[in-house]
């Protein structure tokens, strides 16, 4: 790992340079990537321009891990990340409600994590969900990397669902990735851009067992390095009630369009490489409906 850790004292601005020539190798290297990407953005209407970019930002995304998993402190953070309609937020950790924090595929959603611990993290500390790595080196560096002051983890499994539905309950946050593809039996069939989605419940079961409050958080990667903007957007609780697979469904059906709105403020930061559309095992997905494609988008922050 003496690679890894000399990597993260680089400069941020030179990470995100190689990173994005990382990104497009990778986007050259790989058909079935560059048909993915193609494919899921083209469903949810996105331009030429925008997907370039996300070849790009995906890069970055993989080149600035190990300055913020081995290098970025709290001073570090505080300078860098600038946050952008917080008060919903500010005036829920006053008031001390469990808290599930959605961010989806999108931006530096590894740093807005950190960023939450950085503000918030000394009052109501943070549990994520994360999918550990497949070889055992790797995965050993991933979780002490990740392990941080008021940060707890909670791998992809039925142990893991147990701690993260005990945290709210002990009126902490914890952080999902919305749009990662849960395994079969945990998620429900929701239109995402249009197309059959795989979709989590586990958001849906947290908010419904503890009366949490939802937002959603989009970490925007700045130009040349200069840092993070995070903005928060609150997701009504009320809208993800009722635990039939009908009630659940439609639940699902209001986070993917919520996620939708997000990743279309700024859509050449969204992953759209990532295999949302991926069929778990033994489940059957529905016929798409026939959905266009969004007819425009929400200007983004820059």
């Not at 990340?81 to 005036?91: F, I, K, Q």
């Not at 993290?121 to 979780?143: I, S, W």
């Not at 993260?164 to 239109?191: C, F």
Request: hydrophobic fraction near 40%; charge should be positive.
């Amino acid at each position: 790992m003496f690679i890894v850790r000399w990597i993260s004292r680089w400069p941020l601005a030179l990470l995100h340079a190689v990173g994005g020539l990382l990104g497009w190798l990778v986007w050259l290297s790989s058909p079935t990537y560059r048909r993915r990407l193609r494919e899921n953005a083209e469903h949810a209407g996105v331009d030429k321009r925008d997907q370039r970019r996300s070849i790009a930002e995906s890069g970055r995304m993989v080149a600035e891990l190990p300055w913020l998993w081995l290098r970025a402190d709290e001073r570090m953070l505080t300078d860098l990340v600038e946050w952008v309609g917080a008060e919903p937020l500010d005036r829920a950790i006053d008031e001390r409600r469990p808290l599930v924090i959605l961010t989806p595929h999108m931006g530096a959603f590894e740093v807005s994590a950190r960023a939450y611990v950085t503000r918030y993290g000394a009052r109501q500390p943070l549990t994520v969900l994360y999918r550990p790595a497949r070889q055992k080196a790797l995965r050993d560096f991933q979780e002490a990397a990740r392990k941080q002051p008021m940060m707890a983890t909670a791998p992809a499994n039925l142990a893991g669902v147990r701690q993260m539905l005990r945290a709210p309950k002990r009126r902490e946050t914890v952080g999902l990735l919305p749009d990662q593809v849960p395994p079969r039996g945990q998620g429900v069939w929701a239109p995402f851009f249009g197309q059959p989605a795989y979709t989590m419940t586990l958001a849906v079961r947290m908010v419904q067992q503890t009366d949490a409050n939802c937002f959603v958080l989009r970490c925007s990667r700045l130009p040349h390095g200069r840092g993070y903007r995070v903005h928060v957007t609150p997701l009504d609780s009320a809208l993800l009630a009722g635990t039939d697979l009908a009630a659940q469904t439609a639940a699902a059906t209001v986070m993917n369009s919520t996620m939708e709105n997000v990743i279309l403020q700024e859509p050449g930061q969204y992953l759209w490489g990532y295999n949302r559309y991926k069929q778990p095992r033994e489940t059957e997905a529905p016929e798409a409906a026939a959905a266009p494609a969004p007819a425009g988008r929400a200007k983004g922050t820059e």
